[in-house]
Each structure stands twice: as structure tokens, then as C-alpha cells.
């Protein structure tokens, strides 16, 4: 156990639909990432949160966004599903705001969506 | 633009053997280059990570070779087991003032048989 929790671990949706993935980072982390993982796109960056506020964006779409929370949980809310957003939604943590040696990435088991 | 480009997709390996993944990357600004595990159900977790002004760094049988003129990295894996049977990533940081960029390779699947 990575220490950092994501629910639900599965999640099968139709087009169009709206779904909210949730994150608790490791206790004493301050900063949340989101990550998808596809086949063919590997591990992409989505966004960071640190201590509530962002931090940095990477490739999120529009349809997505996310927020962390003052007790430093984390969603990740995807809207007007499309097929293609089906795929694992990893959610990492860290202590600090900036990915470093000194500062490094812990995972969660990650949220498989299926968009149907 | 991948700026990771990361090879076997998958590698068969008998238990005992040497497990080679390469990565190259094409930024010269790349600071940090560590190693993520992922087993099936699970998240990657880091394994090794290496700064470009060391040339090898080992821990217990995970080595990374890493060759800053050529933008080359490797991971060997010694006397491989079937546990190690893993997807594993290469990721390469690049820092900048209070910035950062942390970019993954597509992975590669490896499987041990017995």
C-alpha cells in the first residue's frame, strides 16, 4: 500500500456522461497529481495541485478539471465523456510543489475508466 | 514531440538472465532520470534514479547506465526473477526556477519465465 488512495478502482460509463475520480494523498503530502495512463500514450500529466492551490497543467483537456480541498484530498472531474478518454486515471503525491530528487512521486493504484 | 523515446515495448527474459531497457532523450537539459516499476493493479513506484553527472548507478541487482553524449540510459536488471516481471518506465525532470517538466517513456512490459 503506496499510502496514497483513489476510489473508485473501476468505473464503466456511456458517452457523453459525467464522472468525479477521487484522491487522498499520503499523509503529510501537500501536492496532488493526476496522470492518464492509455496503451498508446503512455503516462501523460494531467495537473498538479499544492496545497490547494495549482500548480502546473499538462495535457488536460477542457472537459477535465480538478480541484484539491482544504483536508488536501483531490477529484478529478471528467465531463462530455468520449470514448477515447477511456484509461487508467493515476492520481501520485508528493511533500513538496516541485518534482525533484529530493522530492519524488508516490502512486496510487489508479482509477480505470471505460467509456462505453 | 516525445522527448523520451523508450525500447524493447516488451522483453522476454529467462529467470537468471540480464534485462536491458534503453531510453534516449533529445533535451541536454534533462536534470533527473528515474526508473518507475508498475506491477499489474498497481501504480508505478520509483526504483532508481540517476543524475547526468554520474555515468552508473546500482542498487542491488537494478543498474543504470547512463551515457550523456550519446542522450542514452539503460537499465540492467541482474539475474532477473520472475517477480520482476513489471512494466517499467523511464522519466527523464527537467527544472527550471520553480518549474519542473517530468516526462515518462511509453514503457516496456517485462516478463521472466521461470
Known amino acids: 500500500d503506496s499510502g496514497v488512495t483513489q476510489t473508485p478502482k473501476h468505473l464503466i460509463t456511456a458517452t457523453g456522461q459525467r464522472v468525479t475520480l477521487r484522491c487522498s494523498p499520503r499523509s503529510g503530502d501537500l501536492s496532488v497529481y493526476w496522470y492518464q495512463q492509455s496503451l498508446d500514450q503512455g503516462l501523460q500529466f494531467l495537473i498538479q495541485y499544492y496545497n490547494g492551490e495549482e500548480r502546473a497543467k499538462g495535457n488536460i483537456l477542457e472537459r477535465f478539471s480538478a480541484q484539491q480541498f482544504p483536508d488536501l484530498h483531490s477529484e478529478l472531474n471528467l465531463s462530455s465523456l468520449e470514448l477515447g478518454d477511456s484509461a487508467l486515471y493515476f492520481c501520485a503525491s508528493s511533500v513538496a510543489g516541485r518534482v525533484s530528487g529530493a522530492n519524488v512521486l508516490t502512486f496510487g493504484a489508479g482509477s480505470r475508466l471505460t467509456v462505453l | 514531440q516525445q522527448q523520451v523515446k523508450q525500447s524493447p515495448q516488451s522483453l522476454i527474459v529467462q529467470k537468471g538472465g540480464i534485462s536491458i531497457i534503453n531510453c534516449a532523450y533529445e533535451n541536454t537539459a534533462f536534470d533527473y532520470f528515474p526508473w518507475y516499476q508498475q506491477f499489474p493493479g498497481k501504480g508505478p513506484a520509483l526504483l532508481i534514479a540517476?543524475?547526468?553527472?554520474?555515468s552508473e548507478k546500482k542498487e542491488g541487482r537494478f543498474t543504470i547506465s547512463f551515457n550523456k553524449s550519446a542522450k542514452q540510459f539503460s537499465l540492467h536488471i541482474m539475474d532477473s526473477q520472475p517477480g520482476d516481471s513489471a512494466t517499467y518506465f523511464c522519466a527523464a525532470l527537467l527544472s527550471w526556477g520553480s518549474n519542473y517538466k517530468l516526462t515518462f517513456g511509453k514503457g516496456t512490459l517485462l516478463t521472466v519465465n521461470p
Open positions: 540517476i543524475r547526468p553527472d554520474v
